[in-house]
């Protein structure tokens, strides 16, 4: 099994101790409260409090869009052969297994590949996972911006001789409630009944 380059794996750890500080931080001022979600609560954050990005059909996009909706947020990348579809996939589900209430759940997919994402290869991709997902993107200066806002990690790796590149990125689902505040992180292996539990919890507030 090949392992990565040590600065790729040192790249890797900075962004996850990012968010794991952020946790901490958050769980220490919530220290009283008893834990009501699954994934981890991180209401009241300074940060990932807004983007604006264009969706695959070319309209600009922010948080304002869609109040009253659970928003379901993914960075990631089309090329991904794992973590993407399955976390799409899975996102899909939480908006099927809560029914009538599936309505007021948004799923959103920013790429950190706008090169190669361009709105057709979003368009046809999130479609594939759910027809009410959209995918959003921007230049490389305005993805990296909401990348950073987001405290989320990506890289993109050197093109090979057949010009192909893989990225490097995280996989966490950001949750904002339907007043448009960031609430939750979902983290990687959650089941999708826990999911659709906590964005039950939320869609109630």
């Known amino acids: 099994m090949n392992k990565l380059p040590i600065d790729r794996r040192l790249y890797i750890a900075r962004g996850v101790l990012s968010i794991v500080l952020a946790l901490v931080l958050v769980a220490c001022d919530n220290h009283a409260s008893s834990p009501r979600f699954a994934s981890s609560d991180i209401t009241g954050v300074r940060w990932g409090r807004d983007f604006h990005l264009l969706d695959h059909t070319g309209k600009p996009r922010s948080i304002a869009d869609f109040k009253g909706k659970v928003v379901m947020l993914f960075f990631g990348y089309t090329h991904c052969p794992d973590q993407c579809p399955t976390t799409m996939a899975e996102m899909a589900g939480v908006r099927s297994k809560l029914g009538e209430d599936g309505r007021r ?43 950073s806002e987001f405290k989320f990690y990506y890289r993109v790796q050197k093109t090979d001789a057949q010009g192909n590149y893989s990225v490097d990125h995280g996989s966490v689902i950001y949750v904002f409630d339907p007043t448009g505040h960031l609430r939750l992180l979902i983290s990687p292996g959650t089941s999708v009944d826990a999911m659709a539990a906590d964005v039950r919890l939320l869609l109630k507030e």
């Open 105 to 147: 759940v948004q799923g959103l997919f920013v790429t950190v590949d706008p090169r190669r994402d361009t709105p057709q290869v979003l368009a046809q991709y999130v479609s594939a996972f759910d027809p009410s997902f959209l995918g959003l993107y921007g230049d490389e200066n305005t993805t990296a911006a909401v990348a």
